[in-house]
C-alpha cells in the first residue's frame, strides 16, 4: 500500500490562470508574433547561407559561425500593436492567429515585414469585429421592435370572391357525393 494518496494533501490546488481574457489575448498574440519573427528570422539567415554557398561555391558554416542578427519591435511599435491586440475580442484570437500564419506562410517577409503583416490581420480582425457587432445590433432592433407596426389597410379575404369562376357553377349544379354509410345525409333546403 502506498503512501503517496495520502502525502498530496501538502500540494498546493492547480489554480486556474488569473489572468483577464483580455490580457491572455494580448498575449497570445504577441507570443505569436515574436515566435513569427523568429522563424522568419531563421529563414532569412538559411537563404542568406545558401546564397553565400551559391557565392562562393564552398560551405564554411562548420569554421565559423555568424552573429545572429536579432530583429526586435522598437517600444513605440510594440506599444501600438499591444493596444491593438487590446481591442480583440477573445472569440476572434483564433481566427486572427490562423490568418496572420497563413499569410506569413504564403507571402514568406522578411523579418521587418513580419510586424506590418500583423497590423494589417489585427486590423482585418477589428473590421470583421466591427461589421459583425453593427449586424447584431441591427438585428437586436428589429427582434425587439413590436410586431403590430406594419398593419395593412386593405383585408385579404381568401374565400370571399365577387368574381363568378366556372368551377362554382359546375359545384352548384352537381349533387353532394353520398356521405359514408355510418354519417347521417345531410341537405340543405333547396329553394323552388
Known amino acids: 500500500m502506498s503512501l503517496i494518496p495520502w502525502l498530496r494533501w501538502n500540494e498546493a490546488p492547480p489554480r486556474l490562470s488569473s489572468q ?18 523568429r522563424e522568419a528570422e531563421r529563414q532569412q539567415r538559411a537563404r542568406n547561407n545558401t546564397n553565400r554557398k551559391i557565392r562562393t561555391g564552398v560551405d564554411y558554416s562548420w569554421l565559423a559561425s555568424t552573429p545572429r542578427l536579432t530583429y526586435d519591435l522598437s517600444p513605440g511599435e510594440r506599444l501600438q500593436l499591444e493596444d491593438v ?17 497563413q499569410l ?19 486590423q482585418e480582425v477589428l473590421e470583421r469585429m466591427k461589421e459583425e457587432e453593427e449586424a447584431h445590433k441591427l438585428t437586436r432592433q428589429w427582434s425587439l421592435r413590436p410586431r403590430g407596426t406594419f398593419k395593412t389597410r386593405a383585408r385579404i379575404s381568401p374565400f370571399a370572391s365577387d368574381i363568378r369562376t366556372i368551377s362554382e357553377d359546375v359545384e352548384r349544379e352537381t349533387p353532394p357525393p353520398p ?7 345531410f341537405r340543405a333546403p333547396q329553394d323552388d
Open 179 to 185: 356521405r359514408a354509410w355510418s354519417m347521417p345525409e
Open 85 to 101: 491586440c487590446a481591442k480583440i475580442h477573445p472569440s476572434y484570437c483564433g481566427p486572427a492567429i490562423l490568418r496572420f500564419r
Open 20 to 37: 483577464s481574457p483580455a490580457e491572455m489575448v494580448l498575449d497570445t498574440l504577441m507570443m505569436e508574433l515574436a515566435g513569427q519573427m
Open 104 to 122: 506569413v506562410a504564403e507571402h514568406e517577409p522578411e523579418v521587418q515585414e513580419v510586424a506590418k503583416l500583423f497590423r494589417s490581420v489585427l
